[in-house]
């Protein structure tokens, strides 16, 4: 028996060679008439070798039948792993490429499903509320046929999910979605199927914070997926989900670094502000103002009072007012502080200067005045 490069011809085959060695078995006929399936036909072939067939020829015949059954089997078993390093391999890459920055996610994306991971066609839609928006396509150089009309149609505009149930369903439960080549166009949205016509198609959720934030499409053009593309294209989306989650962690690292910045710029300011030399009005002096009035005249002779350095700057304050006649609560609304804290002030005022009234206050200043010229 000479074993054929595909598995689908080899089964056939092997059936074929069965039935001329079993004849017509009711186990056999079953086989015959369902979907070929080589490991199926393989554990059929072993039981009926271990069972005893009626001549040493056909069990000979069956046992190589066997053998040839399982060198394909690891055939394709060696071939599928390689498929699949070669995919995980260069899944790796694309992870990579997503380290570069999450501004053209979506190109990065779709360009690398159809080229390192091998896809017919890939697109890349972000979910905003209720509605979904295509902003990237990209289809495998490899593949024939004219794709203009769904390239144009990739515009990122905004379509209700309620026109794609499986979409919305996605985005709802967070999970992936296969669709065969006979559900591709039911609950499906109807435009960009038409002009994609792919044989079924996957779409995985992009989720961050427990949300799906964007959504990835892709399929093979005129060949079904598998579970595998199922894993594949997951990890590729919680990649994305991580990447995206990086760059708004930095974006949000950024903007509260900035405020801080602000914050401590300000403050910075403020202390040099305090730091510079205090200026203060001569406060060694008492002007009396003109009989009747309440205010200083700044533009009078400053008379020296005798002892007034031993004064604070608000005793100053308050010696000046009080030799113009001003009242404790003059003073108070004046300096804008309480009736007490003026009495206080006073009091030290009369102990410093060794007076006991205001009289003598009033006196030492028109005193001091008269000695400078005033």
Request: contains cysteine; negative net charge; proline residues 4%.
């Amino acid at each position: 028996m000479v074993i054929s490069t595909s598995s689908f011809e080899l089964a056939e085959q092997a059936v074929a060679e069965l039935q001329e060695l079993l004849g017509s078995e009711p186990n056999l006929i079953r086989l015959a008439d369902g979907e070929p399936d080589l490991t199926v036909i393989r554990a059929f072939a072993a039981r009926k070798l271990r069972e005893g067939v009626a001549s040493p020829e056909h069990t000979l015949r069956l046992a190589e039948l066997v053998t040839e059954l399982d060198a394909a089997s690891r055939e394709n078993i060696t071939r599928r792993l390689r498929v699949h390093t070669a995919q995980f391999e260069a899944l790796q890459q694309v992870v990579r490429a997503l380290d570069t920055g999450t501004d053209r996610l979506a190109e990065v994306v779709t360009q690398e499903l159809c080229t390192s991971l091998g896809y017919g066609k890939a697109m890349f839609s972000v979910v905003r509320g209720s509605t979904w928006s295509p902003i990237a396509l990209a289809v495998n150089p490899e593949l024939s046929g004219d794709f203009h009309d769904l390239i144009t149609a990739i515009d990122g505009r905004e379509i209700s999910l309620r026109e794609a149930p499986r979409e919305a369903e996605l985005v709802r439960r967070r999970k992936p979605y296969a669709v065969d080549a006979a559900d591709t166009y039911r609950h499906t949205y109807r435009p960009l199927i038409d002009l994609s016509r792919p044989a079924g198609y996957l779409a995985v959720p992009i989720v961050v914070d427990a949300r799906a934030v964007a959504m990835i499409h892709v399929d093979r053009q005129s060949d079904s997926l598998s579970d595998t593309d199922v894993h594949l294209v997951a990890v590729l989306a919680g990649a994305c989900a991580s990447s995206k989650e990086r760059a708004d962690l930095r974006r949000q690292i950024s903007t509260r670094n900035e405020h801080v910045d602000a914050e401590i710029q300000r403050l910075t300011q403020a202390l040099r502000h305090l730091e510079q030399p205090l200026t203060m009005p001569e406060l060694d002096t008492c002007d009396l103002p003109r009989t009747g009035t309440a205010n200083v005249d700044d533009s009078a002779p400053a008379p020296i009072v005798p002892r007034a350095h031993t004064l604070t700057a608000r005793e100053r304050e308050v010696l000046t007012l009080m030799a113009t006649g001003a009242t404790n609560a003059a003073i108070s609304r004046r300096l804008c502080i309480s009736d007490g804290t003026v009495k206080s002030h006073v009091q030290r005022i009369f102990k410093k200067l060794g007076v006991s009234t205001r009289a003598e206050v009033a006196a030492l200043c028109a005193n001091a005045k008269t000695v400078s010229g005033g």
